[in-house]
């Protein structure tokens, strides 16, 4: 976990397939801005723990790991950042943890209250009989193989793929069902400004040191999460909150004919707006930070 600055407590959740260090300009803005800024390894990536457990990745575990974060910087309450899976284990974490979240700004997944069945089972459906990179993920040790096998290659395809420079919707281009999930992509040379090379080996280091089990995990403990967390039903998120995504995310193309971005606030009780940055694809944060750092401030002054 990285730490910086001192004043009201910031606490930033990563997503998949990503570290604290995400968040690296936001944690040097709001560090130096009053703030005290707290980015962690969510469990099963970087120097967290990597229990090997399915059952242990379940949004409660990981709402609980946040709830201790923010118990061991202080007495007060947290404004979540959590982008990608971290934006569900915020908003999770604001709703499980009511007590020690102050406000909550999800990125490129809005808040979604549980439904009448896990979102795996939406997609079986919709995508049924072509591939779709969750329902790949299910089988264990199959993704874990293609992505270790070349985990640099693996990584810049990922990441160039899900963000604004690919061509739009390339994350969740028709393939078919027998597809793995490297198929098609891309592995651009050089890779785009917003990640250069000491960026990418950060990544690296971490992910041939830990692997790919843990972070796949938390895919595979999604029906876990509809049982465990039935009280949470129709609950709205109480806590100011916000949206913040790149107009170019696949995120927004996940349910076929819906756009996922176009009422990201339907859910929660007082929303102050989303900002969808043109251009930008997934990893918002990293690839328009001085856009996204201005959204975030003008949330968390007006708290």
């Not at 808040?111 to 089988?139: N, T």
Request: charged letters at 25%; glycine letters at 8%.
């Amino acid at each position: 976990m990285a730490v910086s600055g001192s004043g009201p407590l910031i606490v930033c959740i990563h997503g998949f397939p990503e570290l604290w260090y995400s968040w690296r300009h936001q944690i040097a803005h709001f560090a130096s801005r009053g703030f005290r800024v707290a980015a962690l390894d969510v469990r099963g990536y970087g120097r967290s723990s990597k229990p090997r457990e399915i059952e242990a990745y379940t949004l409660r575990n990981m709402a609980s790991d946040v709830a201790a974060v923010i118990d061991r910087m202080g007495d007060e309450p947290a404004i979540l950042f959590g982008h990608d899976w971290g934006a569900p284990i915020a908003w999770n974490t604001a709703l499980l943890h009511p007590d020690k979240v102050r406000a909550v700004a999800g990125f490129s997944v809005p808040y979604i209250p549980r439904g009448r069945a896990p979102f795996i089972d939406l997609v079986r459906s919709a995508y049924k009989g072509r591939f779709f990179y969750q329902l790949y993920f299910q089988q264990e040790g199959v993704v874990e193989a293609e992505l270790e096998s070349d985990v640099a290659s693996a990584l810049r395809r990922i990441y160039f793929a899900l963000s604004g420079a690919a061509p739009l919707n390339k994350w969740i281009e028709r393939k078919p069902l027998e597809a793995k999930l490297l198929d098609g992509l891309v592995d651009p040379q050089p890779f785009p400004g917003w990640m250069d090379e000491s960026d990418l080996d950060i990544y690296l280091d971490a992910f041939r040191a830990g692997g790919f089990r843990g972070p796949i995990n938390r895919y595979r403990a999604e029906e876990i999460d509809f049982n465990e967390l039935a009280e949470l039903s129709g609950r709205s998120i109480v806590q100011p909150s916000t949206f913040i995504a790149g107009e170019r995310d696949p995120v927004r193309a996940f349910v076929p004919d819906l756009d996922l971005y176009a009422s990201p606030g339907i859910a929660c009780a007082d929303f102050r707006g989303s900002t969808i940055i043109p251009g930008i694809g997934h990893w918002v944060q990293q690839e328009a930070p001085p856009e996204t750092n201005e959204a975030l401030e003008a949330f968390v002054r007006k708290l």
